[in-house]
């Protein structure tokens, strides 16, 4: 995990990076992890580019989180 935060850290707006994270999180029972995580992506890409992440990786979030 250590790795994988470093990588986000440097590349923030990395989706599939992102999705691991949440389902590390998940798997763990952490949902509200996998919360923080997604909403991280979300406010990466609104700051870097005005974008949203993709239907899939919203879609594996709602997922994760038992929303769907």
Sequence with gaps: MC???????????????????????????????AHRSYQQLRAALEEISGLRPSSQTT?????LTGRV
């Design 3 to 33: 790795l994988l935060n470093r990588a986000l850290e440097l590349e923030p707006c990395n989706e599939p990076m992102r999705c691991r994270q949440m389902l590390f999180h998940a798997k763990r029972g952490r949902i509200d992890g």
């Design 59 to 63: 879609f594996r979030y709602l997922r």
